[in-house]
């Protein structure tokens, strides 16, 4: 079992920036990708950003060109630069990490992210 500690939401003002970051709560040695998701109020959980274990990343429309995803392989840590921030970024935003061995895709508990007009 895997447990991702994430951290860096908070209320922020639009235009404002955050930095999410997330890490596992133990050494994994073997994984695919990482990312963010994200689910509002209302809504279902979409993708906001994905990394994979090549450096390979993807982004949503809404968020390219304000977003990065970032990972230190070394710390096994994942991040979320979130610039230019808008009231439609408010959400709470979740880790993902999926696992080839043994296999396993697991969910941090979602760090909330606000963004005030």
């Known amino acids: 079992q895997v447990q991702l500690v994430e951290s860096g939401g908070g209320l922020v003002q639009a235009g404002g920036s955050l930095r999410l970051s997330c890490a596992p709560s133990?050494?994994?040695?073997?994984?695919?990708?990482m990312g963010w998701y994200r689910q509002a109020p209302g809504k279902q959980r979409e993708l906001v950003a994905t990394?994979?274990?090549?450096?390979?990343?993807n982004y949503a429309d809404s968020v390219k060109g304000r977003f990065t995803i970032s990972r230190d392989i070394a710390k096994n840590t994942v991040y979320l630069q979130m610039n230019s921030l808008n009231p439609e970024d408010t959400a709470v935003y979740y880790c993902?990490?999926?696992?080839?061995?043994?296999?396993?895709?697991?969910w941090g508990q979602g760090t909330q992210v606000t963004v005030s007009s």
């Open positions: 993902n990490v999926d696992i080839s061995w043994p296999k396993g895709n697991y």
């Open positions: 133990r050494r994994i040695f073997s994984i695919n990708a």
């Open positions: 990394i994979t274990s090549g450096g390979g990343t």
